[in-house]
């Protein structure tokens, strides 16, 4: 019997190709079978990140997710996308399916880990997180010694945020884009916004990274709040 | 004037060489002042997976830090190092900083950047956390969606801990080490003993991943557990 192949979800890390980990790079450049999403208007981010390692004549896997809409048509592109990838892996085909950041930090490679694991091998490839790529960008500790980090995604409501800001020593707020407003004027009424760094495009070359009370209001998908709230950690 | 040297912090991600980002190994190479901490007893972890990388002739500066002191010691071997590394930097020399993991997450490179971060150029290359090496271990989402994902240092106690956990949909309990049987204790007493899952020496080749349930009451600093809290990643 025909060994199955190996279904590899492998990050891409936060932009910057040089970012990309030596396993990643040389698993892309030696598998045939390449999987990514992409956004229903516009191109692949994960795809872009990798190109340079993708071999010419490589089998890809667009997965085209449809972008704030309902789960179901999600759901049902990456039921196709798990049937198509299976069929190269019962053919005895290794499958790389490229990850913006790392695989299982709030990506939708889980979705195909669902549907998939079970019946394949599956190794995962961690990647470099927009996380601590936001704080290389300040060059600013993420989080020291023993303190409580939170990551919070931009959507939740300001309730809920107030209140995990105020219990952590170090947050990350993700996913930003249209939420900017509302999260610089949430930061602002807690007192916060002095402290508060932005990061958009982190790793990239059109990278910024402000202080977020000289942020835009206009802020992209790909951007992050980071706030310290611990003791000063340039304080030794 | 000669221009100085650049510093800088290098995160050689978990544990496998191979999980070293493309730009961080190729700085490695290229650069003939690295520093590294060590503990008073063993070797430098840091220096042991970037080992391959390392030029023959380099200088190099190992950083003796005391495990389990105070404060006061190890803050006079950082201001050492940092004039030792200025006295490079000061001759034109770039100087690398190796970081497990990521330079500035939870690690003791902020020390460092404290000191000099004023004088010299620095650059932070981020590396692989050996918070989504263990979600890789178990091939398990970290975090999904909008989830809150709180990160908790194993030494704090119960009461803060078990607060934060209630408060979280996702959580990685770092530097477990001594608080082992305490920290399974406290899962179990919140009814999350099953859901728990455990790795120890992520990515290396001794690594152990096993739900908590099963994991040894004796844990090395560098293990971790992982819950999720949400709901059920593989629901789709």
């Not at 390449?34 to 994960?46: E, M, N, R």
């Amino acid at each position: 019997m025909m060994a199955t192949g190996i279904l590899y979800g492998v990050g891409t890390g936060p932009g910057d190709p040089e970012l990309i980990t030596r396993r990643a790079w040389r698993l892309i450049e030696t598998t045939h079978v390449i999987a990514y999403p992409v956004p229903d208007t516009g191109d692949s981010f994960a795809r872009a990140i990798a190109s340079d390692a993708i071999v010419e004549n490589a089998i890809e896997i667009p997965m085209v997710v449809p972008m704030r809409t309902g789960r179901a048509p999600a759901q049902s592109i990456y039921d196709t996308a798990a049937r198509t990838i299976a069929t190269h892996l019962d053919a005895g085909n290794d499958v790389v399916v490229l990850c913006e950041g790392d695989p299982l930090f709030y990506g939708s490679f889980m979705y195909l880990l669902a549907r998939l694991k079970d019946s394949y091998d599956v190794e995962i490839v961690p990647g470099v997180t927009s996380l601590t790529a936001c704080a290389a960008a300040h060059a600013h500790p993420l989080v020291a010694r023993n303190d409580i980090l939170t990551i919070l995604p931009g959507p939740l409501d300001d309730i809920v945020l107030a209140e995990k800001i105020a219990a952590a020593d170090a947050v990350a707020i993700m996913k930003i884009g249209r939420h900017m407003p509302r999260l610089k004027a949430l930061l602002t009424r807690l007192g916060l916004e002095d402290r508060a760094l932005y990061v958009s495009h982190a790793s990239l070359g059109h990278q910024r990274h402000l202080r977020l009370e000289d942020a835009p209001d206009e802020a992209p998908y790909f951007s992050m709040i980071l706030l310290y709230k611990g003791d000063d950690p340039w304080i030794s």
